[in-house]
């Protein structure tokens, strides 16, 4: 199935093409007019020279109206093997259709309504016909219904038409589009963009990158820059201070050759204060009795770090590198940003 851009929206036009796979793009005066467009010969050309496959209005009171803007079109510098030329239908519609189709120009007849208007475009020789699902829709029409008919009556009489789902609202219609097996489609982006979103292929995706992480990624390039350190005489309340200021829940506290005695985390000060009361403050860490640290080489992967974060069920673990200290690693450190 044919997939074409909808859209008048140069930016957007840009962004969608960039994916290497769109058949074209259909636009409509409408859209020009809505996006403030001016220049619309102008603006023809430059997306002639950016998609594959452009298809433009042409518009007339006359079949020989069509024709003749069709060719003034052309003339711009279009080329007419990737220029079809949309063309509302009617009695004059189908007419210009048939000759347009002898000179060997591409043609969609759009805005089709009923099964009757599709079969007058088929037999003219269109290229395309292009009933407008999202309209039907609002008008309380089985729109769904009229593109299975389209497709049936290709298929059975064997016209050389594609029927061209048109006026895509929401990423059902894609689906709808799929299952009736129409030839081609034509979608907005914001819509585009959302066919490849669902919420258990982004909880996957993600499983997978924090898995691949937590065995490729060692600890020291995970860690938080913050490293909060004070020696062994240190003041608790200079100790909390700087927890506070390094909004940290843990210092590390070092003897005089910087090695580790211990951690003091926030639960230990409430504990300490509990027990001993205010006094407490003025004693200096390396007063108290620190058990072994939980802690982790800085050259160990994060998948060993969630082991002893899953078993100790502590939140923060002490890093350490050649025995000194290197940094505190957080539980939400393991998280994928």
């Given at each position: ?57 042409a ?29 509302p ?5 189908v ?20 099964l ?5 475009a088929?037999?003219?020789g ?78 996957g ?8 992480r ?12 913050v ?83 899953k078993?100790?069920?502590?939140d ?21 940003d």
């Open positions: 199935m044919e997939l074409y851009l909808d859209s008048a929206d140069l930016k957007e036009i840009e962004d969608a093409f960039q994916l290497g796979f769109l058949t074209g793009l259909t636009t409509t005066p409408t859209f020009m007019h809505r996006g403030g467009i001016t220049d619309v010969d102008g603006l023809i050309v430059k997306l002639s020279k950016i998609v594959p496959v452009l298809q433009i209005e518009l007339g009171d006359t079949a020989q109206d069509v024709l003749k803007e069709a060719k003034r079109q052309l003339a711009l510098g279009l080329d007419p093997k990737k220029t079809v030329f949309k063309i239908v009617s009695l004059e519609g007419k210009a259709c048939n000759l347009l189709r002898r000179e060997g120009l591409l043609v969609n007849v759009h805005l089709i309504y009923t009757q208007q599709a079969y007058m088929m037999q003219a269109a290229s395309y016909v292009c009933p407008l699902v999202g309209r039907l829709q609002d008008q309380g029409h089985d729109a769904l219904d009229l593109v299975d008919q389209c497709v049936f009556a290709v298929n059975h009489y064997g016209y050389d038409t594609k029927v061209m789902f048109s006026s895509v609202r929401n990423a059902e219609h894609v689906r709808n589009a799929i299952n009736a097996g129409v030839h081609t489609i034509t979608v907005p982006w914001k819509i585009l963009k959302s066919l490849t979103e669902n919420n258990f292929t982004t909880l995706t993600q499983q997978f990158v924090e898995h691949t937590l065995m490729t990624v060692k600890v020291k390039d995970a860690i938080n820059k490293n909060p350190i004070v020696s062994a005489d240190t003041t608790l309340t200079e100790a909390i201070v700087k927890m506070t200021e390094f909004g940290f829940g843990a210092i590390t506290i070092t003897d005089g050759s910087g090695k580790v005695s211990g951690v003091f985390t926030d639960g230990d000060l409430r504990r300490k204060l509990q027990q001993d009361g205010r006094n407490v403050l003025g004693q200096k860490m390396g007063d108290f009795k620190y058990s072994a640290p939980i802690a982790i080489d800085a050259n160990a992967l994060l998948t060993d770090a969630a082991d002893i974060f078993k100790s069920k502590v923060t673990i002490l890093v350490t590198e050649n025995g000194k200290p290197a940094g505190m690693l957080d539980i939400q450190d393991l998280e994928v």
